[in-house]
């Protein structure tokens, strides 16, 4: 049975399709449905939009999901975070990254990060966690020696992600049109460059279904070619082009 608010393009190639790769438009294509190169290779590179306030323009300190518990003895040592279309994995695997490089102590925190996804094949991909050594090409060595060990991949170079990333990281296959089966709260949920393939009913559904999983000052990230609408606008406030914070003070607002 056809998923209800899918377009029918989900799937081709984006040769095939009206609606634009988010990538693409991005001056990047996905990396899946036949497209070389992926967004998630930007991933690996600006994994940094986890704790860096500069990634948003008017953030300010809240865009800080991690930072501000390092300090701070009374902060929850508890981590979750969903990456609701993960694709091949490049973006779990990028927070992970972040999160061992921000938490020294991490082994000693309870930090889980879901990737899930519809499609088994990119899924089998992320749990694999092996990527063509051009992938990584303009991440540090640092990073690269430290969360990457070389292999091969079909003859060629590659790297496959260490098990202190994997650590972090659970796999599995979820069709955001069906109910979802994990309760939150989450601290942050990244769904980038998925919905814009749903119609707008569907959409803002998947928003609204997101902010129940949300705690007060949870974050949402979106692609850039997409917006919060319908009446979760009212709970996720627009903290920077692609980043919304849940928070239920702006409900007296809503008509
Ligand atoms: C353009 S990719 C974006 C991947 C990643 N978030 C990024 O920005 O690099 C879109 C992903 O959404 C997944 N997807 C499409 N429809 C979905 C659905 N109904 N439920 C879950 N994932 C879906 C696709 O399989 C694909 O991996």
């Known amino acids: 049975m056809p998923q209800r608010g899918v377009l029918s393009k989900l799937h081709a190639p984006h040769s095939a399709g009206r609606i634009a790769c988010a990538g693409r438009s991005a001056g990047r ?21 986890f704790v860096e306030p500069r990634a948003s323009s008017r953030a300010g300190d809240g865009h800080h999901i991690l930072a501000p518990r390092l300090n701070d003895p009374r902060a929850t040592r508890r981590v979750r975070v969903w990456c609701a279309g993960c694709s091949s994995g490049e973006e779990p695997y990028s927070l992970a990254m972040t999160i061992r490089e921000t938490i020294p102590d991490a082994g000693r925190w309870d930090i889980r990060i879901l ?12 749990q694999r966690g092996v990527y063509p050594a051009e992938r990584l090409r303009d991440m540090s060595p640092a990073r690269v020696s430290r969360f990457f060990r070389e292999t091969t991949l079909n003859g060629q170079p590659a790297y496959t992600a260490a098990p202190e990333l994997r650590d972090l990281i659970t796999f599995k296959q979820l069709n955001l049109m069906t109910p979802f089966p994990m309760k939150g709260p989450l601290d942050a949920i990244f769904c980038r460059n998925v919905v814009i393939y749903f119609d707008e009913p569907t959409q803002m559904k998947i928003w609204s279904r997101f902010a129940e999983l949300m705690p007060e000052g949870g974050h949402l990230y979106i692609g850039h070619s997409e917006r919060v609408s319908g009446d979760s606008k009212h709970v996720f406030d627009n903290i920077g082009i692609t980043t919304y914070r849940y928070t239920t003070k702006g409900l007296g607002r809503k008509g």
């Open 29 to 49: 294509n996905c990396g899946i449905h036949g497209c070389n190169i992926g967004v998630g290779q930007a991933y690996l590179q600006r994994a940094e939009i």
């Open 115 to 126: 990737a899930t996804d519809l499609d088994s094949d990119v899924l089998g991909r992320g």
